[in-house]
């Protein structure tokens, strides 16, 4: 049975969800203002019904937001509310990456209830963070998006963000690896005498075992393709954010060169496999493989069926090992950027 509202919208050709958004837009309220110690929960509510794949606890928020060095790297969140509830719809953040530090230069994050969408929220979000931005006067700013979210990028490119370049995130069941069809990696690396080690066994053996390390994974960062150039992050901040994350597991830090593992808090059984770097005289020599290998064995050995990690698409040495092993292809993420240097130049032309 049809009621006189929707016989309303089929004569003007209108659909009933397009009419409720135009009226929920113009009766809709909203406010933005800095992020409390309050909003935790609601941001992790909202980042997990956007990303269920990809869910953080409100310790893991805490710990990140934490764990910078807000002397150094800026770093502002927002909150958009709707100010007849008082409840948070979105958040907005922007900051300075400490892999690519540039005092001017800016990632851009925005997180809208779906629930929400198409009611202005991003909208006003990213009008608060562009005032910022110019404030600053700042130079270019990066958003992250999956190439399945047509909404959001068809928002960012209205705002003159530009493709700049995509990854892959791929997962893997450690129990679906047959190792013996790789063995000839460990073999060569053997004859090589090139030994693996943990971070566990080296904090036992090394008391300069961080300074070490911090110094291998710099440089085997330098060649990790990113939006930017690379920087190096400072001592203290790459101890806080990685040695000092909850979420680290020093057994399953395998070190001949470097491959780094957490365990993701919300899904026990999962590990996120992060850099696995080789430096440039040693690679050929079946390192990276090895320590792969190694980290699948450690997986399966202690119950996890799933590691997850993530390379951009020019990384094509990294691709291509973990193609070899098994890793399934997920939907890329794209970062876009908006080059305020780039546009001047284009305009002078």
């Given amino acids: 049975m049809t009621n006189a ?43 997990d019904a956007i990303f269920p794949e990809r869910a953080r ?15 150094k790297y800026y770093f502002k969140r927002y909150a ?43 909208s006003a979000i990213y009008d608060r963070l562009k005032d910022d931005f110019d404030e600053r006067s700042a130079t270019a700013a990066w958003m992250g998006i999956r190439e399945n979210m047509t909404r959001s990028i068809a928002f960012a490119q209205k705002r003159g963000f530009s493709e700049k370049m995509r990854g892959w995130e791929s997962t893997i069941d450690p129990y679906q690896v047959n190792d013996s069809e790789f063995q000839k990696y460990s073999t060569k690396v053997s004859q090589a005498g090139i030994e693996f080690s943990t971070l566990e066994q080296e904090l036992r053996e090394d008391p300069r075992c961080y300074t070490k390390l911090y110094e291998l994974v710099q440089t085997a960062f330098r060649d990790v393709p990113i939006a930017d150039t690379p920087t190096d992050t400072p001592y203290d901040q790459w101890l806080a954010f990685e040695m000092k994350n909850p979420n680290l597991i020093p057994q399953a830090y395998m070190i001949a060169k470097t491959s780094v593992v957490w365990r993701l808090k919300k899904e026990p059984r999962s590990l996120y496999q992060g850099l696995t770097g080789v430096l440039r005289e040693y690679r050929g020599k079946g390192i990276a493989v090895t320590l792969k290998l190694k980290v699948l064995d450690f997986a399966r050995k202690n119950g996890f069926d799933n590691i997850r990690t993530f390379n951009a698409s ?30 001047k130049s284009s305009k002078d032309q």
């Fill in 80 to 122: 958009c509310i709707n100010s007849s509830t008082g409840v948070a719809l979105g958040f907005g953040e922007m900051w300075n990456p400490p892999w690519m530090f540039h005092p001017k230069k800016f990632w851009f994050d925005g997180w809208v209830d779906p629930k929400h969408h198409g009611q202005g929220i991003g």
């Fill in 57 to 71: 606890s409100v310790e893991e928020w805490r710990f990140y937001d934490d764990s910078l060095d807000k002397t």
């Fill in 314 to 343: 020019t990384n094509e040495g990294m691709l291509s090992i973990n193609m070899k092993l098994g890793f399934k292809r997920d939907l890329a993420w794209i970062t876009f950027e908006k080059n305020r240097e780039q546009e």
């Fill in 5 to 47: 509202w929707t016989v309303a919208c089929k004569e003007f050709n209108i659909g009933v969800g397009r009419i409720d958004t135009i009226l929920a837009q113009r009766t809709l309220s909203l406010e933005i203002r800095g992020f409390e110690d309050s909003d935790y929960r609601r941001l992790a509510e909202i980042y």
